[in-house]
């Protein structure tokens, strides 16, 4: 049996000042730190043996502080690809190999495009657009804001990526940690435990709480 933890990364600057964020790659702010470090108190007892974040820092953040109160004392250990990085973060211990966490970041994760609502308060938004419009925007399941992404759209590469890459992971018996965004991560959800997409629309991610699932007999089923 191995376990699945969904962790949305913490309370971010522009969550705090009430913006659209978006793909803006903006940091935690001091309460997400806080919450992203109690979310890793939470799992402290969890060794896990892969982690996957989206390419923002916010999400990055997250998952290395959550990381900081792990119990296994394994080191959690960005993996480069390409370039320099790929060839000069080679590590030439066998011991510290094999106390590292692999952490892979990957754009599928990011959080959903919202176009040109980007770094616009949401409440200043309201009042030009009207709060139906703006709550449409926010939760339909179909409805894109200007030249962004509605949920759909970002779970259709969302799901493909929790498919193709973090299920044969918990198939191979791995413990895996994915911090994300939460509507990338309302989708992988909405996936798990097969919502509507009328249901999906009243699930709510809350910043830097982890959802844990497990992986047996071959179907993830969330635990808690």
């Known amino acids: 049996m191995s376990k699945l933890i969904l962790i949305r990364h913490g309370q971010s600057v522009w969550n705090k000042k009430n913006v659209f964020t978006g793909w803006v790659d903006v940091p935690l702010s ?38 900081a109160a792990n119990n296994s004392q394994k080191t959690p250990v960005v993996i480069h690809t390409e370039g320099k990085m790929a060839e000069w973060t080679t590590i030439y211990n066998d011991a510290m190999s094999r106390n590292v966490i692999p952490v892979y970041r990957d754009w599928h994760l990011n959080e959903r495009y919202y176009g040109e609502l980007q770094g616009k308060n949401k409440a200043e938004t309201a009042e030009v657009y009207g709060e139906e419009q703006v709550h449409i925007w926010r939760r339909s399941y179909d409805v894109a804001p200007p030249d962004g992404e509605c949920l759909k759209d970002t ?40 919502l509507s997409e009328e249901e999906v629309l009243k699930l709510e991610i809350p910043t830097g709480v982890p959802l844990y699932f497990e992986y047996n007999d071959g179907v993830v089923k969330r635990v808690m």
């Open 30 to 67: 001091r309460e997400g730190v806080g919450e992203a470090l109690k979310a890793g108190e939470q799992i402290a007892g969890i060794e896990f043996d892969v982690i996957f974040t989206s390419v923002q820092i916010r999400a990055i953040e997250t998952a290395m502080i959550a990381m």
């Open 155 to 194: 779970a259709e590469r969302t799901i493909p990526f929790f498919t193709d890459t973090i299920l044969p992971q918990l198939q191979a018996g791995k413990n895996v940690l994915v911090s994300a965004h939460g509507n990338s991560l309302r989708s992988i959800v909405m996936h798990i435990d097969g």
